[in-house]
């Protein structure tokens, strides 16, 4: 299984169908995280009352936690939609979401019954009458599907996983972070722009930013503005090839043109104006 640490985030968009999927079939549907971290459960559903008995009455969640943890290993490996019986009798679904073609959480639907399946014989095997009958009624509560309406649900289920990895609906924390801060450098650069008013608003420490610009991009702050502005003004001359250097660099944000002079020739390797020349020319 990769290992790397992700925080995973769905799109309000994903988190409607999850919602919609779970109340449609009366399922739990879970988001787990890479780590096996519970992240969410479709309408913030409780766990059934079969589950909770079971695992809360009778002492069964380490068991419960590590079936999951084995059943995410398997998804990870096998890259593929599975449903399997749990040790208490429940039938379970589980699949990987992929980012970026790698592993980065699991989603799983449970609880539930195929119709002609048998009421786990353990459950007679308890000694505790009322706590017998309390576990039957509890089972016979649950959701049940045929086999045929099973294969439709996990045709359902395996569609929904694919949407969401061509869609790119689901995105790691690292990803929503960039995403967030060129979101905002987008936004402001053509005006006074300061990395304290950005981690504020982003509701982020200056120094998580700053390490994670320099842990995943290999860069600072100041000079992915300057990379911003200076693409801009590439975009600005190919759009108005007669535009003067001091009319790009005010369109990109930069308040001083010859800064903004030496800043473009020391990383484009061409003076400004002779960038500009191959527009007019081709013109």
Not at 9 to 33: G, I, K, N, P
Not at 50 to 67: T, V
Request: aromatic residues 10%.
């Amino acid at each position: 299984m990769n290992t790397r640490s992700v925080d995973l985030f769905l799109s309000d968009e994903v988190q409607t169908l999850l919602d919609d999927f779970a109340a449609l079939l009366d399922v739990r549907v879970t988001l787990f995280s890479l780590t096996g971290e519970r992240l969410r459960r479709g309408k913030a559903m409780r766990n059934c009352e079969f589950c909770r008995i079971l695992q809360e009455d009778m002492g069964k969640l380490d068991r419960c936690l590590s079936l999951d943890q084995l059943k995410q290993s398997e998804a990870a490996e096998y890259h593929d939609v599975s449903l399997y019986r749990c040790h208490a009798g429940l039938y379970e679904g589980i699949a990987p979401i992929c980012v970026h073609g790698k592993t980065a959480g699991f989603l799983m639907i449970g609880q539930f019954t195929l119709d002609e399946a048998k009421m786990p014989e353990w459950i007679d095997g308890i000694e505790d009458e009322k706590k017998r009958e309390e576990m039957r009624r509890a089972y016979l509560e649950l959701p049940s599907f045929s086999q045929e309406k099973m294969d439709g649900i996990l045709g359902l289920f395996k569609t929904l996983i694919d949407y969401i990895a061509v869609r790119e609906l689901a995105v790691v924390q690292d990803d929503r972070l960039r995403q967030e801060i060129d979101r905002y450098i987008e936004k402001h650069a053509t005006g006074a722009i300061r990395l304290p008013e950005m981690a504020k608003k982003l509701r982020r420490s200056v120094s998580t930013i700053s390490q994670f610009l320099r842990r995943n991009y290999h860069t600072n702050f100041k000079d992915l503005v300057i990379e911003y502005r200076l693409t801009q003004a590439e975009r600005f001359w190919k759009a108005h090839p007669d535009a003067s250097v001091a009319e790009a660099a005010f369109a990109a944000g930069f308040s001083d043109q010859f800064y903004f002079s030496r800043v473009f020739r020391k990383r484009r390797g061409v003076p400004p104006g002779v960038f500009r020349a191959q527009f007019r020319g081709r013109r």
